[in-house]
């Protein structure tokens, strides 16, 4: 039985600085975040995303960051270039200063959620009556 393709607009964020931008004629498949990447707080912020609890441009900033490394500095740093007219600022000082609350908050989010999976995979009942 051939698997069943929708089309979805969805928004996302780029996982890794330097990929040539998504392209609507090209199929992609989705996949659980665990399975691309388990570096913390990028899930957590992808959920902040889908709830409409963060913007694009801010997510995108603070995705980056939390799974790149890149540096607030060298968000701050990047540069949209134009054929004609000045290099405009690629994300707004409003824009990072949101995606670095965002990134926090995800890391937060993230060690909280570790920290409970280790203290309930690690419980280990004791016998009554010993």
Not at 8 to 35: F, T
Not at 73 to 83: D, P, T
Not at 88 to 98: D, I, K
Request: with cysteine; aromatic share 6%; charged share 25%.
């Amino acid at each position: 039985m051939p698997e069943k393709v929708q089309k979805l607009k969805i928004q996302g964020v780029c996982l890794d600085h330097g990929m040539e931008d998504p392209n609507p004629k090209i199929p992609y498949e989705l996949k659980p975040i665990a399975s691309y990447t388990t570096k913390p707080g990028v899930a957590e912020l992808c959920q902040l995303l889908g709830r409409g609890d963060i913007n694009q441009r801010s997510a995108q900033a603070a995705a980056w960051h939390l799974n790149n490394d890149m540096s607030w500095e060298e968000l701050a740093n990047k540069r949209i270039h134009h054929l004609i007219g000045p290099d405009t600022p690629y994300f707004s000082p409003q824009e990072l200063q949101v995606a670095y609350k965002a990134a926090e908050y995800a890391k937060e989010v993230a060690k909280a959620r570790e920290k409970k999976n280790e203290s309930s995979s690690s419980y280990s009942p004791v016998a009554e009556g010993n």
